[in-house]
């Protein structure tokens, strides 16, 4: 874990979980679990936060959509012309699957935002979304703070019985990740 996001979840506690879940900040909640596990925050507590956060991001996303949706998507895909495609994938999607799509977007990273104010757009109903929108909200932050106290646990087994092997291990991943996703960038461009 990045030591910037371990002091930033440290000096803001649970006011970090709330921003962390106004954006796609799932480093933030797993951050926060892990540090749950570890005794510095309560895990129910961030749970809570970051359904709450996530559920009034998503309904705000949702009412811009809804009340200027066509000049928002219209400037996302001027401003970030690569966003189109996956625009018109994302509105297809909510055309055939609309549930589906509600249920499960928050959990597609790098959509998550876009795809409130794309439900919005298209006049979705609102007690209909809201609805949806809180039962996924409610499975997202207690996958995502489970798998993070999870990670939490694990780490500190590692770290007590392996050592310096973890922070070797990490510093490979790290390593091995950016190469990776440099290599694929470039062979994309």
Not at 39 to 51: E, P
Not at 111 to 134: E, W
Request: proline fraction near 2%.
């Amino acid at each position: 874990m990045e030591q910037g996001l371990i002091e930033f979840v440290q000096n803001y506690g649970y006011w970090a979980v709330l921003l962390g879940s106004f954006v796609e900040g799932e480093s933030v909640i797993l951050t926060a679990s892990a540090m749950a596990y570890a005794g510095h925050l309560d895990i129910i507590k961030v749970m809570l936060v970051a359904f709450i956060g996530t559920l009034i991001a998503d309904q705000l996303l949702f009412f811009l959509g809804y009340f200027y949706g066509p000049r928002t998507i219209n400037w996302v895909k001027n401003r970030f012309p690569k966003s189109s495609p996956y625009i018109e994938k994302a509105l297809n999607f909510l055309e055939k699957y609309q549930t589906l799509y509600i249920l499960s977007f928050r959990f597609i990273w790098g959509i998550r935002i876009i795809s409130s104010v794309i439900i919005g757009a298209q006049k979705v109903p609102f007690l209909r979304f809201a609805f949806l929108n809180c039962v996924s909200a409610i499975v997202w932050s207690v996958l995502s703070c489970s798998v993070g106290y999870f990670l939490g646990g694990a780490f500190s087994y590692l770290k007590e019985n392996y050592g310096s092997y973890v922070t070797w291990g990490i510093l490979g991943i790290i390593v091995l990740s950016v190469l990776f996703w440099k290599l694929k960038k470039k062979k994309n461009s």
